[in-house]
């Protein structure tokens, strides 16, 4: 009787001690860790959040929340200098205003962390900053290329393009079976930018290179033979597209692909999700946009998610996003990323099995890429070059557009 009575008041105590202490209870709250990430994609959004549900099911002491808002980027930098980080956030490690990030002391050093070992190595190298650190977790590599649907050029007995001749026959061919051979969208100057950036480094092997002697004051783009031949190329491209282009979102220029309305389009890794997502059944391939010949061809790719930690966060702030990190980097959330995304992985031991993708991953694995032109060029330099270009897909003046060019580097570059 007496052992019962005292387990009765234990019982009780416990109870007492719980009830009466609003502190304990308040302490068991559960940290909430803002997830500031800039991809504005349907796919790369739903692959996030799938792996943010999963942890926080979890792991109970912790609540990642995204946040995903328009013109990211800049949202991003103004509240950097507001001194309103977030706590996680995405942001692209190899071009220069995140090295500048670095330098100021608004990232995280993650050389330490045990989770940049499950990050296949040339994609980590590519993220190494001056001082030798690594101060982001790599999650997938991006390219821009010529999406294509299969089916339209099984029926009209088209084979993948290897080099620019090749390619405009098979526009001959669509044009002729009465179809659209190229979907563009033009009405944002960053998606225009987008396809002047895959066409340079299509096309000109020394253009990105070019933009930065010209940056430097060293030449200039007028009369210059790379680039002349890029916007001849370039006028080719649009007489084989709709003739609405400019006034045409992303996002319509997808959905008219998917409908059948163009045989091809010119886009990234970051849309295949969402051109998937619209019909599932499709059947998708994607290529690089030839040069003249297949061993001159060159994509465009560079790192595309990447995944950082603000220095300036609270050391139990930080230990929170270690571990979502190390969550991300584990082969099987990585795994649903991808799946979502569609863009080839950084994370080792993860597996796209759309071998309609492997034409990219092949010329990719070979070492024939250029990065991105934010890499080694200002973004406000890169940034005015797309209006430059947008103009021309009006005008389509090969002479003037590079009179423009190099009117648009000597204003930008003196900034």
């Known amino acids: 009787m007496k052992r019962r009575m005292a387990m009765v008041l234990g019982a009780a105590m416990v109870l007492t001690a719980f009830a009466g202490n609003g502190s ?18 349907e796919g790369p959004q739903k692959g996030y959040q799938a792996i943010i549900d999963k942890f926080n099911e979890e792991n109970l002491d912790i609540v990642i929340e995204m946040n995903t808002v328009p013109d990211a980027g800049t949202v991003l930098t103004s509240r950097i200098s507001s001194g309103d980080i977030p706590v996680i956030f995405s942001d692209y490690p190899t071009q220069t205003q995140f090295k500048q990030k670095v330098a100021n002391g608004y990232v995280q ?12 190595e040339p994609s980590l190298e590519m993220t190494k900053q001056e001082d030798g650190g690594y101060y982001a977790l790599p999650y997938s590599r991006n390219y821009l290329g010529v999406y294509y649907n299969q089916q339209m050029f099984e029926d009209n007995g088209l084979e993948i393009p290897t080099t620019w001749e ?5 526009c001959e061919v669509l044009q002729e079976a009465g179809i659209t051979p190229m979907g ?12 002047f950036q895959c ?3 299509a096309w000109a092997p020394n253009g990105v290179e070019l933009i930065e002697q010209a940056v430097a004051g060293e030449t200039k783009l007028e009369g210059n033979e790379e680039f002349t031949e890029v916007f001849n190329k370039m006028k080719t491209l649009l007489s084989y597209s709709n003739a609405d282009a400019l ?8 959905e008219n692909f998917v409908n059948g309305q163009y045989a091809m389009c010119i886009t990234g890794s970051y849309a295949r999700g969402t051109i998937q997502s619209i019909n599932p059944d499709l059947k998708l391939g994607v290529f690089p946009l030839p040069n003249d010949t297949q061993e001159a061809t060159k994509v465009l790719s560079g790192i595309d998610a990447a995944i950082c930690v603000s220095a300036k966060a609270s050391d139990e702030e930080k230990e929170a996003a270690y571990r979502f990190l190390a969550y991300l980097a584990e082969t099987e959330n990585a795994q649903i990323f991808c799946d979502y995304d569609g863009a080839p992985s950084a994370i080792n031991g993860v597996v796209n099995d759309d071998t309609g993708i492997a034409p990219m991953t092949d010329i990719i694995s070979a070492g024939q890429t250029h990065d991105w032109m934010a890499s080694t060029i200002s973004n406000n330099v890169i940034t005015d070059l797309y209006n430059v270009v947008q103009g021309f897909w009006a005008d389509q003046d090969v002479e003037g557009v590079l009179k423009n060019m190099d009117a648009s580097i000597a204003i930008t570059s003196a900034e």
């Open 109 to 120: 050093d993650l050389s330490d962390q045990e989770f940049l070992s499950n990050v296949n």
């Open 184 to 195: 563009l969208h033009g009405k944002d100057p960053g998606r225009v930018g987008h396809t």
């Open 24 to 41: 304990v209870m308040a302490a068991e709250e559960p940290l909430t860790i803002e997830f500031f990430q800039q991809k504005g994609e």
């Open 166 to 170: 090749e390619f405009v026959n098979v």
């Open 247 to 254: 006034a045409l979102s992303d996002t319509a220029c997808y």
């Open 199 to 201: 066409t340079t480094v």
